[in-house]
């Protein structure tokens, strides 16, 4: 293949990403419950998933975001009594975030408002399409993660 097709093929690929990206997040937004936002809905369910603690810089990092919009996120989800933040007892400057059982039933509320919108997607797609489309969104992912 030559070096112009491969550009070409780069440039199509990242088009339709950053175009199915826009969509889904625009689609996605309007199905959360009221006054949750796409960040909202991702941390607590990474926080739902994991059922631990994570610091605030290790959010940051799982998300690729800076320190400053987790922070964001996260008063704006201890605000609404989804997060619990608690001091770290070793170290005073460091900080704990566990999800609530408040943030627990927001996150199911959430999911059960999108599920049917992705889960359509999947349907007309095909289930076999997205298995063997995910290996390579992961490996794509992880491509770009170690480029940092």
């Known amino acids: 293949m030559s070096e112009s097709s491969v550009d070409t093929l780069s440039v199509a690929l990242f088009s339709e990403m950053f175009m199915a990206d826009q969509l889904a997040r625009n689609r996605l937004s309007k199905a959360l419950p009221k006054g949750m936002e796409l960040s909202h809905f991702s941390v607590l369910n990474h926080l739902a998933r994991l059922n631990d603690e994570k610091s605030p810089a290790q959010l940051a990092k799982a ?3 800076t320190r400053g919009a987790m922070t964001n ?11 619990h933040i608690r001091p770290d007892w070793d170290d005073a ?8 059982p408040s943030g627990r039933a927001a ?13 359509n997607m999947v349907t007309k797609i095909g289930p076999d399409k997205v298995r063997n489309v995910l290996p390579v969104l992961r490996e794509m992912r992880q491509i770009l993660s170690d480029m940092e």
């Open 63 to 65: 998300f690729h975001v």
């Open 73 to 83: 996120t996260l008063n704006k989800l201890e605000w609404a009594g989804h997060v």
């Open 93 to 100: 400057r460091r900080k704990f975030v566990t999800i609530s």
């Open 107 to 119: 996150r199911d509320a959430a999911l059960q408002a999108i599920t049917p919108i992705i889960g």
